[in-house]
């Protein structure tokens, strides 16, 4: 499968923030062994509707808008390595400071590595997990998601999936 979404401020945003809570979502039911996420800019932006308690591995957070930070640790705490690799920017720094609190929090700090470029050339956005590959031109920040105009591309061909995650696994690592 492929989907391609283009976005802009007015158009599509929802569909995009729909797409990301649904990778997550599935990640909860069923996890990845590696989680790459890769973003130059990165926030703590709320990517799961957890208002109605749908999730139960989320119920520590209780019943709102989760963030990424907060599924991420809880993916790790299911056992899900978790690499996020992001820029020097100091825009970076709350969400780095948040993920790392959480792994303290919940004991799983072996299970997350975050990946620093200090050249400030890392320019790719992607998250990709065992079965599916997202990329494109959009951050994973308020203002990615919600106001620039992005094309992200969302594809699960098993040939595409093993290709992202060597890629992924080359130029950032599995190690942790």
Do not use: C
Not at 14 to 21: A, H, W
């Amino acid at each position: 499968m492929n989907r391609v979404i283009r976005k802009s401020s007015a158009q599509s945003s929802n569909e995009v923030l729909d797409l990301l809570g649904a990778l997550f979502a599935a990640e909860l039911v069923h996890q990845s062994t590696h989680l790459w996420l890769v973003s130059p800019w990165i926030s703590d932006v709320g990517v799961i509707d957890n208002t109605l308690g749908t999730f139960p591995a989320l119920t520590r957070f209780g019943r709102r808008h989760i963030r990424l930070a907060e599924v991420l640790a809880t993916l790790a705490a299911e056992r899900t390595y978790v690499i996020v690799a992001t820029t020097i920017d100091s825009h970076n720094n709350t969400f780095k400071r948040r993920l790392q609190f959480l792994a303290r929090d919940l004991d799983v700090e072996t299970n997350i590595k975050v990946v620093t470029d200090p050249t400030g050339l890392l320019h790719t956005k992607s998250l990709t997990g065992d079965g599916y590959a997202l990329a494109g031109s959009m951050n994973i920040t308020y203002n990615g998601i919600h106001l620039r105009e992005e094309q992200v591309e969302l594809n699960t061909d098993p040939a595409y999936v093993a290709q992202a995650r060597m890629d992924a696994r080359d130029r950032f690592g599995d190690d942790l």
